[in-house]
T-cell receptor, first 112, second 115 residues
Framework: GQQLNQSPQSMFIQEGEDVSMNCTSS?????WLWYKQDPGEGPVLLIA?????ELTSNGRLTAQFGITRKDSFLNISASIPSDVGIYFC????????????FGTGTQLKVEL | EPEVTQTPSHQVTQMGQEVILRCVPI?????FYWYRQILGQKVEFLVS????????KSEIFDDQFSVERPDGSNFTLKIRSTKLEDSAMYFC?????????????FGEGSRLTVL
C-alpha cells in the first residue's frame, strides 16, 4: 500500500519553542489532512489542505501542501504543554475516493 | 459541536466470539468509515460506506468483517469470529462529501481486546 513517512518520529522540545514536522510520499495526493491524537482517543482534525502550494493556518498551527503534491509540513508556534500528543498526516489519493492513508506519526513531548 | 460517538469504549472478548462495535456518525454526514489502530501503530483504513453499501474496503476487511447501517443513525462493524490479531482500537469516522475533498471526523474509538 501507499506509504506516508513522517519525520521526525518523535521530538522533545521546550515550552515556547516552535515545532516543525513533515510528511513525504512517493505518490501524489489530492488532499492532505493533519490530525492530532491524544492517548486513548481518536484523531482530531487540525488542518485540511486541498491545493498544491496552499498554506493554511489554524491558530498557532500552520500547514502547507507541497508543490509536488507529494509532501506537506506542519508548524506549531510557541508550543504549550497541551500540544503533547501524536500528530498524523493523512492523504487522499487521486481516484482513491474517500479513503485516507495515514502517516507513521510524530510524537511530540513538551518540556515545561 | 456535533461529534461521532462510539460504543462500547472497551470490549474484552474470547477468541472466536462475535463482536459488534457501534457508531453514531454526525447527523448530516453521508459517508461512513471504519479504521483500526493496533497499539503503537498508525491508523489503517478498513472500509467506507455510502448510500447503504460498501464503497471501498481494504485487504484487512475480509469475510470475517461486515458493516451495516441498521437504521437512520447507527453504523455498526461486526467481527464474526474474533482472532487475537483483531485486538486494536477501532475508530468510526464520517464525512459530508467525498471525491478527495472530504474532511473525516473521528470518534473516540472502541478498544477491542481479544483473549
Amino acid at each position: 500500500g501507499q506509504q506516508l513517512n513522517q519525520s521526525p518520529q518523535s521530538m522533545f522540545i521546550q515550552e515556547g519553542e516552535d515545532v516543525s514536522m513533515n510528511c513525504t510520499s512517493s505518490s501524489i495526493f489530492n488532499t492532505w489532512l493533519w490530525y492530532k491524537q491524544d492517548p486513548g482517543e481518536g484523531p482530531v482534525l487540525l488542518i485540511a489542505l486541498y491545493k498544491a502550494g496552499e498554506l493554511t493556518s489554524n491558530g498557532r498551527l500552520t500547514a502547507q501542501f507541497g508543490i509536488t503534491r507529494k509532501d506537506s509540513f506542519l508548524n506549531i508556534s510557541a508550543s504549550i504543554p497541551s500540544d503533547v500528543g501524536i500528530y498524523f498526516c493523512a492523504g487522499q489519493l487521486p481516484g482513491g475516493g474517500n479513503k485516507l492513508t495515514f502517516g507513521t506519526g510524530t510524537q511530540l513531548k513538551v518540556e515545561l | 459541536e456535533p461529534e461521532v460517538t462510539q460504543t462500547p469504549s472497551h470490549q474484552v472478548t474470547q477468541m472466536g466470539q462475535e463482536v459488534i462495535l457501534r457508531c453514531v456518525p454526525i447527523s448530516n454526514h453521508l459517508y461512513f468509515y471504519w479504521y483500526r489502530q493496533i497499539l503503537g501503530q498508525k491508523v489503517e483504513f478498513l472500509v467506507s460506506f455510502y448510500n447503504n453499501e460498501i464503497s471501498e474496503k481494504s485487504e484487512i476487511f475480509d469475510d470475517q468483517f461486515s458493516v451495516e447501517r441498521p437504521d437512520g443513525s447507527n453504523f455498526t462493524l461486526k467481527i464474526r469470529s474474533t482472532k487475537l490479531e483483531d485486538s486494536a482500537m477501532y475508530f468510526c469516522a464520517s464525512s459530508v462529501r467525498t471525491g478527495g475533498t472530504g474532511e473525516l471526523f473521528f470518534g473516540e474509538g472502541s478498544r477491542l481486546t481479544v483473549l
